[in-house]
């Protein structure tokens, strides 16, 4: 492994434990707060499904019924005698409720569980001196750090005081900085933002 790469993996798992450190009396609540007092915001908002996702629909007692479904770039879903079904723009629980009523003609009480097991509507961009650059899937609540950490860590040369986001806001594109030195000194956590579908990290 290049002594780049490594050094930034063993950075990173040091920042983990500062962090874990620093909140480890903190009780899981929607608003956590940093080092600092200052609160840190977790999107709490449930996930829309979108073109692409791959979702597990479970229906209890039928297994006929029992089915992976792959949302087409229509936004639509296929499914045993209910035919298609429009699952993009929806939460789990909407189009849960939807296959629920559509399955009562011909099941008796269905009950219904549907999971997203992977997410890739939604993504984000890793561009610049990083080890692996490209797209990645927008995990829940994905950080700058694990967006960077999914793209295998800075590159050679790589400046790490200077890594850029930008995010798409209608006709704005603002920018935002983060300074990887800095994060995993234990000091301005809250540069380290919570990701949005469509930014982009630049890497210098």
Request: charged letters at 20%; zero cysteines.
């Amino acid at each position: 492994m290049p002594r780049k790469q490594t050094i930034f993996h063993l950075l990173t798992f040091s920042a983990f434990l500062i962090v874990t450190s620093l909140s480890v009396n903190v009780a899981p609540v929607a608003s956590m707060e940093d080092a600092d007092g200052s609160p840190k915001a977790v999107d709490t908002s449930p996930y829309l499904i979108g073109p692409s996702d791959v979702l597990d629909i479970y229906v209890w007692k039928e297994p006929e019924l029992t089915r992976e479904a792959i949302v087409m770039p229509d936004g639509r879903i296929t499914y045993p005698l209910i035919g298609q079904l429009m699952a993009k723009g929806r939460t789990v629980a909407e189009l849960s409720d939807l296959v629920t009523a559509k399955l009562k003609n011909y099941v008796t009480t269905p009950e219904v569980t549907i999971i997203v097991k992977r997410t890739l509507s939604q993504r984000i961009y890793v561009i610049g001196k990083v080890n692996g650059p490209g797209p990645y899937p927008l995990e829940p609540n994905m950080t700058v750090l694990q967006a960077l950490a999914a793209a295998g860590g800075f590159a050679e040369w790589a400046d790490e005081k200077n890594v850029l986001i930008v995010r798409r806001q209608g006709h704005k594109e603002p920018q935002m900085r983060f300074n990887y030195k800095v994060y995993i000194s234990g000091k301005n956590l809250t540069q380290n933002i919570i990701l949005k579908p469509n930014d982009t990290i630049v890497v210098p």
